[in-house]
């Protein structure tokens, strides 16, 4: 059944792609249980390599074709040759996620940690399962290798599946969506100038949006795997609590970090090379490619580069440095991440110049046309529950936090409560009525 | 989560005392399955689309959703409509025109107000009249009120600058704004409410009496008397006066100004002959020709709705005046009579001249 409402999911979203995905994860799982059946290692090997490579060739096929026939493109024009002509490759939706799970089974059997699945169905429900396919959290074969056969549901654990699921949904839809729109309004107008405290408002803003829509996305995805029967890893824990930008990738898409680590970083050597250099060079390449993984642009690139040289940085002098200011570190790296943000967010070099001239008080402008005071608010509120722990919640409001957790239906009214306020506010989003048509 | 599943049948009791949504809005046809849509997404978004707007309770649903954004966040969700100081609501045209953000720039402005001037000219030697009224807007009437981010950044404005080339061109205007604006402190009745974008009724009569009279001198013969009677206060406010708060969608009133309204009625002589008028007007000339003025004192009167829509021809079929021959029509009036608030005078003269003299 999961399966099956899985499937008709994606092929809702994306019908012109669910039978290609079908089709590579069945060519990978049929090149897994021959790989298993054959004696010889190295050919064991192979078929498992060309597993993984057909693999990476789709995603790379599908992701990147338009950015590198772009590029070339630029760069035949800049020679004075002729371009090459080619139709533009649309992108199936969660294929990042598809190509990542698939690479945790191939590997994993390869490295004989988890035993090969012995029905498509299964690998199929492991690969396609609807809830975190489309924006993760990226789930390794190890982790559900069980729960794929069998599992376990009970009222228990969809009552608190649903919780969590109304949680991830309030995030995206009461809090991202709004101080979404207000770093939208304020990006848009990036080079047509926008004042200082309107770029700073942008940031911030930004930075909400993408931490609860993220965040809640994968919240929504675990508390559906949760009423499923499935226990999905955690993906955030509290990132702008962090004191570096180390501690911040144990904290953001914490999934995408360990996959990363075990299945790129460590087999490149990990910590375990023979240089700083090479060291610094694995630290860099795993984040430049980390960045491209988000996107196939240049400012993808960037911002993974950015990311991986604050690695470098935190391990050469940057964690020993910050280290005796102590409560401070968290604001630092918070504005380190921020500046991050910015290439995240824009996408060309003059779009950077402006609005990193406006954060840093260069633009020309004092503007704060573009700042909704309604946005502040939710803003407020995202700021709040981004630095404050539900941890610390509890410690300064035990009473109120035991009455909740003890009387059976506080917790639900609260959810149902929250559920009903994103329902509205999903039918009333799309609702914009004119006071007379326009011409 | 039973509960929550049944939420929309609990919407169905809200329904059967619920308003329907005021504004202008385009509802989503039933989408019909193509293999093309299917593919390319339509299909489904439209499909999303549907359901949603079909939902059981939809409209309670969108007036909840407006309500708790407006009490919570003070927020006009959906809508155009920006929430000033003290409760004050604009839509975000008036305020662009108070603060120079529309402006049209000079040059156009002067070549827009050349057509004008060579329009009423060309008029003027076939024996038609004609003149441009400055209408009050919103914004320009109750700046006090608008939200400070707005005013850190003015400039040059379409009013002032428009204004300034009639008077170097002599075009034929009377200006309702500068006139409204210095019986702001000194009228007894409010002209504009706080929650609407038009002029209050009270305004509105007033607005319409020193018209016709400006008609009268205009073609030097008096036109059926507008007579303005007794005047009382009244605590509810009619809904042209709250449009803005209308379109907001809310569940709750908000409070309002006492708003003034007036008895009145015309005198007519059998014996007067009245002109015949085309009004080439934007929203503000639907009060004055829903009250039947371009009838009882006009004869025959047209509305250009922003020099587009023809009503009331287009109450019974589609009628623009694409479908017209403008220079037949403007040259078969007496009077022609342009209106427009600041806010819309960046489409200001509607684009009639173009379609006078066929560019």
Redesign the interface.
């Known amino acids: 059944m999961a399966l099956f409402f899985s499937l008709i999911f994606y092929a809702?979203?994306?019908?012109?792609f669910v039978l290609v995905l079908i089709a590579i994860a069945y060519l990978n799982f049929l090149l897994v249980r021959l790989a298993e059946r054959q004696r010889l290692e190295h050919r064991r090997k192979i078929l498992f390599i060309l597993a993984i490579g057909i693999t990476l060739l789709s995603l790379l096929y599908y992701k990147y074709f338009n950015f590198i026939f772009h590029n070339l493109n630029g760069i035949l024009f800049q020679l004075g040759a002729e371009e090459i002509e080619a139709s533009v490759v649309s992108l199936p939706i969660g294929i990042s996620f598809f190509t990542f799970q698939s690479i945790t089974y191939i590997v994993d059997i390869y490295r004989k940690d988890q035993k090969q699945l012995l029905r498509f169905g299964d690998y199929l429900l492991y690969i396609m399962l609807f809830p975190q396919m489309i924006a993760g959290p990226i789930v390794r074969f190890s982790e559900v290798s069980k729960e794929l056969i069998s599992r376990n549901i009970s009222l228990t654990g969809?009552?608190e599946g649903?919780n969590r699921f109304v949680i991830g949904l309030s995030k995206k839809v009461l809090i991202a969506n709004s101080v979404g729109a207000q770093a939208d309004l304020i990006f848009q107008n990036t080079l047509t100038g926008i004042?200082t405290l309107e770029a700073w408002v942008g940031i911030l803003a930004y930075s909400m949006q993408i931490y609860f829509d993220f965040s809640g996305y994968s919240d929504m995805a675990i508390g559906l795997g949760r009423m499923l029967g499935f226990r999905f890893p955690e993906n955030f824990n509290y990132p702008y609590l962090s004191r570096s930008i180390t501690e911040f990738w144990k904290r953001w898409h914490m999934t995408l970090g360990t996959f990363m680590r075990d299945y790129l970083y460590i087999p490149m050597g990990g910590n375990r090379v023979s240089s700083n250099a090479r060291l610094y060079f694995n630290l860099t390449t795993v984040f430049v490619l980390s960045g491209l993984w988000h996107g196939a642009a240049w400012n993808f690139l960037f911002w993974g580069l950015f990311h991986g040289a604050f690695l470098v940085f935190d391990r050469v002098f940057l964690v020993r440095v910050l280290a005796p200011l102590k409560g401070a570190r968290v604001p630092i790296t918070f504005l380190i991440v921020i500046f991050g943000w910015v290439l995240f967010r824009l996408n060309s070099a003059a779009e950077f110049s402006a609005f990193y001239s406006s954060l840093l008080g260069f633009a020309n402008s004092?503007?704060?046309?573009?700042?909704?005071?309604?946005s502040l608010?939710?803003l407020g509120i995202a700021l709040l529950l981004s630095f404050l722990p539900v941890s610390i919640l509890e410690n300064v409001f035990p009473r109120l936090f035991r009455l909740v957790q003890a009387q059976f239906g506080i917790k639900d009214l609260i959810v149902?409560g929250l559920?009903?306020?994103c329902?509205?506010?999903?039918?009333?989003?799309?609702?914009?009525?004119?006071?007379?048509?326009r011409? | 989560m039973a509960v929550a599943l049944s939420f929309p049948h609990w919407i169905c009791f809200c329904e059967i005392w619920e308003q329907p949504l005021v504004g202008v809005y385009t509802r989503q046809d039933k989408p019909v399955l193509e293999i093309s849509s299917l593919r390319s997404g339509k299909f489904q978004e439209d499909v999303s689309v549907y359901v949603t707007e079909n939902i059981s309770g939809y409209r309670t649903m969108i007036r909840l959703n407006n309500q708790w954004r407006y009490s919570l966040l003070n927020e006009s969700a959906g809508s155009e409509v920006v929430i000033g100081k003290e409760g004050y609501l604009y839509e975000q045209a008036y305020i662009d025109a108070w603060t120079g953000k529309d402006f049209l720039g000079e040059e156009e402005i002067r070549s827009r107000t050349a057509d004008l001037k060579r329009l009423q000219d060309t008029l003027c030697a076939g024996g038609v009249e004609s003149f441009i009224v400055f209408a009050p807007g919103k914004g320009s009437y109750y700046p006090e009120y608008i939200p400070d981010r707005f005013m850190s950044v003015t400039g040059p404005t379409n009013y002032d600058a428009f204004k300034t080339e009639m008077d170097r061109l002599d075009v034929n205007y009377i200006d309702l704004r500068d006139w409204f604006l210095r019986m702001k402190d000194t009228s007894q009745h409010e002209l504009f409410p706080k929650t609407g974008v038009h002029w209050s009724k009270y305004g509105e009569l007033l607005a319409a009496d020193s018209m016709f009279h400006y008609v009268g001198s205009r073609i030097r013969q008096p036109l059926p008397e507008l007579v303005i009677g007794a005047v009382h206060l009244a605590d509810t406010v009619c809904n042209d006066e709250q449009d803005a708060e209308r379109l907001m969608n809310l569940l709750e009133d908000i409070p309002d100004l006492r708003m003034s309204y007036v008895n009145w009625h015309i005198e007519a002589d059998t014996t007067q002959k009245k002109p015949r008028t085309i009004v080439i007007s934007d929203s503000y000339f639907w009060g004055m020709f829903n009250l039947g003025f371009s009838e009882s004192v006009l004869d025959h009167g047209r509305f250009w709705f922003y020099g587009n829509t023809v009503y009331p021809d287009a109450y019974y079929t589609d009628c623009t005046i694409e479908d017209l021959s403008v220079p037949l029509e403007l040259f078969s009036s007496d009077v022609v009579i342009w209106i427009s608030t600041d806010a819309n005078l960046r489409n200001f003269p509607f684009k009639v001249p173009e379609k006078f003299y066929g560019e």
Request: charged content about 10%.
């Open positions: 809702w979203g994306a019908p012109q969809v009552r649903w004042g004092s503007s704060i046309l573009l700042i909704e005071p309604h608010k939710v149902l559920f009903l306020l329902a509205i506010s999903i039918v009333g989003s799309d609702f914009n009525p004119f006071i007379y048509y011409f």
